[in-house]
């Protein structure tokens, strides 16, 4: 996988302003806390992967990252100004993001768990403004399409080449044939110039060949780590490979 430029990535980097953190909820998070005690967190200027268990943070940090670069916290481009209901944590105003020297042509976060939420703002502003909205999401509006075939005509239609995309679990209505697509379009739109910052738990998508995969540990501490030795992948190849071990022990009876 080529990444077009010698400066290609937009986002560098993140580090925590600790001028003004306080105590609690998001700076209680080992991962924050972390963060906050180094100089930052490099990306990768193609595909950065973040992975963790349920709770680690990795949808918070990737939440923040997707503010402080502009994007409505719901999801959507950097022009939704919408909002359902405020569930976003402050870190995004302690974030300082270290950009590269060019400028992304286009961009966009998406948010699995609002995606029906941005849905309804496109079919508003499809309304709404005087230039037509669908067109850019296969045509269709999201809310008549399945949750899955919605997050594939958003990846194949709307975005585009030398765009910054941040995604939260796209992985999450998507069939492991859905995740091949979207794997195949990651690809081509980083050879294209685009940049991605992926939280996921899919060893699909964490097959990209060339994407640096980050792994947030119980201690908060965020470490590179290879594509056979990440969590999501060494689970899974151990549970397919002697599934009925696994099963003896989650349904095993209380003695």
Same mark, same amino acid.
């Given at each position: ?62 939440? %923040? ?56 703002? =496109? ?48 992985? %999450? ?39 640096? =995969?980050?792994? =947030?540990?119980?201690?908060?501490? =965020? ?17 397919? %490979? ?14």
């Amino acid at each position: 996988m080529t990444v077009r430029g010698v400066d290609a990535g937009f986002i560098r980097d993140i580090r925590v302003d600790t001028r003004q953190i306080h105590q609690g909820y998001p700076f209680s998070l080992p991962v924050v806390a972390w963060l906050a005690s180094t100089r930052g967190l490099a990306f990768s200027p193609g595909v950065t992967f973040l992975v963790g268990e349920n709770g680690s943070g990795k949808s918070t940090l990737v939440e %923040a990252v997707a503010v402080a670069c502009g994007f409505n916290a719901e999801g959507g481009s950097q022009s939704f100004q919408f909002a359902t209901r405020a569930t976003e944590s402050s870190l995004a105003d302690h974030l300082v993001v270290g950009w590269g020297l060019r400028k992304p042509r286009t961009g966009y976060f998406l948010r699995a768990e609002s995606y029906y939420n941005v849905a309804t703002e =496109i079919e508003r502003l499809d309304k709404a403004s005087g230039k037509p909205l669908l067109p850019s999401y296969g045509g269709i509006s999201p809310h008549e399409r399945s949750h899955g075939e919605s997050f594939l005509d958003l990846v194949t239609h709307r975005f585009g080449p030398q765009g910054l995309y941040i995604l939260d679990e796209p992985e %999450a209505a998507l069939s492991v044939r859905g995740c091949m697509a979207v794997l195949a379009r990651v690809a081509d739109l980083t050879a294209q110039g685009s940049q991605f910052v992926i939280a996921t738990h899919s060893p699909i998508l964490l097959s990209l060949p060339g994407a640096r =995969i980050l792994q =947030i540990g119980e201690d908060g501490a =965020i470490r590179k780590t290879a594509y056979d030795d990440c969590l999501p992948v060494t689970l899974t190849r151990d549970f397919l %490979a002697a599934p009925e071990r696994f099963l003896r022990h989650l349904f095993a009876e209380d003695p």
